[in-house]
């Protein structure tokens, strides 16, 4: 790494760090008692240019790469705020979707504004019949007359749905055809998701400490139009997977910050908890764990690095973001693992971080996308072995 590029990147922890200290973990439970969106903190993000972060300068961004992004999400996490994997949905699917696939018009539109914190996203993706397995949707966009469309389907676990003012929302354009089989599906944007009155939403819970609700997204008959459609007609699925690179990279900053956190908080609480006469941290039951966690860690932060530095120098990093993203949810997890195990019976207190740190890595194991289909991923594309589904 040549000395500007290094220098840059300790500014960016430094000034990440200071921001994150103005949000203690009391901010974040209030916000995640009260279903509150932590405004306070996102405008702090905005205001330090980090959620425009890869955005270019003639948009109002500060014109860095998804490298400098992935800095910038790993400290958050790492200094325990909540909101590193917030990113995914503003920045990386509505910042680099709209970037690399919008018109003049919605750049000029929507990048200012994410980068200034006016405009969030929701992604309205999962469907309860189709899962995983996306080609499978069948939430329908019904041509109405001249470029408009009548959007009718149900969507599952969207996120944030209450605080997006924009849903990125995937549907079929057309029927699947076996001949096309990635055809067919168009991705718009949906103004105001919460207000339409062609949208309901109902509440599903999940046992995940979290200052946003998921929900259940009825849609029926609501209206879009060509202006609203990101990219092409019939093209969403190409879209789609040239972000999720993106999302990969961006969720492994995520996890790499939490399970580093939770390496930070073990080593504290190794070190000053004592019984039998010595720190707990002296014993190596305790210390070589949180030692091999960090290692593990260490490993999984260079190949999600490299995933970064791949996909700003426009290169294929499919291989490497996927890793990214697998290494860092088995390693993070496992830390977070450990650091309840240091913490003893306070581990399972709502007092100590540990436990909400872990169940949160939890989620990275199932979404937004799962350990298995990285496998997949991997077994198929990179090592060359049999499609299995
Ligand atoms: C808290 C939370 C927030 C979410 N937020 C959003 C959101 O904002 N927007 C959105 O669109 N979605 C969201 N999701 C949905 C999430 O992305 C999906 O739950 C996830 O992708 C898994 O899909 P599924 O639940 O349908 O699992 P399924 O597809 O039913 O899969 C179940 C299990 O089988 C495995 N499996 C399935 N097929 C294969 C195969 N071919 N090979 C190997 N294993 C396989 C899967 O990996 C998984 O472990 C959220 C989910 C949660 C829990």
Partial sequence: MATGEADLHDMIR?????????????????????????????????????????IPEEYGGEGLGMLEMTIVIEELSRAGTMGGIVFVLTPVFGGIGIQRHGTEEQKQEYLPRIANGDVTFCMGLTEAAAGTNTLNIDTMAEEV???????????????????ADTMLLVSRTAEFDKSNPTGGVTLFLVEDP????????????????????QYQVDIDGLRVTEDDVLGTVDGGLYLLWDTLNTERIAGA????????????????YANDRNVFGAPIGSHQAIQHPIAESYAKLTAAREVTYKAAKLWDE????????????????????????????????????????????WRNLRLTKTAPVSNEMILNYLGEHELGMPRSY
């Fill in 253 to 268: 900053a995520s996890a790499l910050g939490g399970g580093l956190r939770a390496v930070d908080l073990a080593v504290d």
């Fill in 314 to 357: 426009d290169e294929d990093c499919g291989t490497e973001a996927n890793s990214a993203s697998l290494l860092t949810s088995e390693f993070g997890l496992e830390a977070a693992d450990r650091a309840i195990q240091t913490h003893g019976g306070n581990g399972f207190t709502p007092e100590y971080e540990v436990f909400d740190i």
């Fill in 194 to 213: 919460a207000e339409r009155d062609a949208i309901d939403l109902t509440h599903v819970e999940v046992e995940l400490p979290w200052f946003e609700k």
């Fill in 14 to 54: 430094d000034s990440v760090q200071d921001l994150a200290a103005d949000f203690p973990r009391e901010y974040w439970r209030e916000c995640v008692e009260e279903y509150r969106f932590p405004q306070e903190y996102w405008d702090a993000l905005a205001d330090a240019g980090w959620l425009g972060v890869a």
């Fill in 145 to 163: 007359g001249d470029g408009e469309w009548a959007v009718s389907g149900q969507k599952m676990f969207i996120s944030g749905v209450e605080n």
